[in-house]
């Protein structure tokens, strides 16, 4: 899933959930749940393409997301009143610390990571979750909206 996605689902948690560590671990629980659904974006790091290549397709992919994002955060935060800032920073980085190890690998290569980006790249690529651009697009599009209306 997108980074939007992971985040609206982190801010959804922390409106349930009052306490910091919890919200956190309730949004890493999220992030692999969402990351269980198929959402088509396998195509970014096509095993065509080479290391260079996929880097940037990651980064550009990421860099887009994380405007939509920051707009998103923001216009939540603006209109929702009486939120503990410290639950939702909780949840929401705890729904994105996954993928967050996943770009800090891609750039360092640390050994340290690598075990779990590989297993995190099973996840999403299980057998049968392939989708085309197009519906992983929808897929991602109607989950997103989903959790907004479950967050209005």
Same mark, same amino acid.
């Given at each position: 899933?997108?980074?939007?996605?992971?985040?609206?689902?982190?801010?959804?948690?922390?409106?349930?959930?009052?306490?910091?560590? !919890?919200?956190?671990?309730?949004? *890493? /629980?999220?992030?692999?749940? @969402? #990351?269980? =659904?198929?959402?088509?974006?396998?195509? %970014?790091?096509?095993?065509?393409?080479?290391? !260079?290549?996929?880097?940037?397709? *990651? /980064?550009?992919?990421?860099? @887009? #997301?994380? =405007?939509?994002?920051?707009?998103?955060? %923001?216009?939540?935060?603006?209109?929702?009143?009486?939120?503990?800032?410290?639950?939702?920073?909780?949840?929401?980085?705890?729904?994105?610390?996954?993928?967050?190890?996943?770009?800090?690998?891609?750039?360092?290569?640390?050994?340290?990571?690598?075990?779990?980006?590989?297993?995190?790249?099973?996840?999403?690529?299980?057998?049968?979750?392939?989708?085309?651009?197009?519906?992983?697009?929808?897929?991602?599009?109607?989950?997103?909206?989903?959790?907004?209306?479950?967050?209005?």
């Amino acid at each position: 899933m997108y980074l939007s996605v992971h985040t609206a689902a982190g801010l959804g948690l922390a409106r349930v959930i009052p306490n910091p560590i !919890a919200a956190f671990a309730a949004g *890493l /629980l999220s992030h692999f749940v @969402l #990351d269980f =659904i198929p959402h088509g974006d396998e195509f %970014l790091a096509d095993s065509a393409f080479t290391r !260079a290549r996929i880097r940037r397709r *990651l /980064l550009g992919a990421a860099f @887009l #997301d994380g =405007i939509i994002l920051v707009i998103f955060l %923001l216009i939540y935060l603006w209109t929702t009143p009486q939120l503990n800032l410290n639950v939702v920073a909780a949840a929401v980085i705890g729904s994105l610390l996954p993928d967050a190890i996943n770009g800090f690998y891609l750039i360092t290569q640390a050994p340290l990571f690598k075990r779990y980006v590989h297993w995190h790249a099973k996840l999403h690529n299980l057998p049968g979750h392939e989708l085309s651009w197009q519906k992983g697009i929808l897929v991602q599009g109607l989950t997103f909206a989903a959790l907004w209306l479950l967050l209005i």
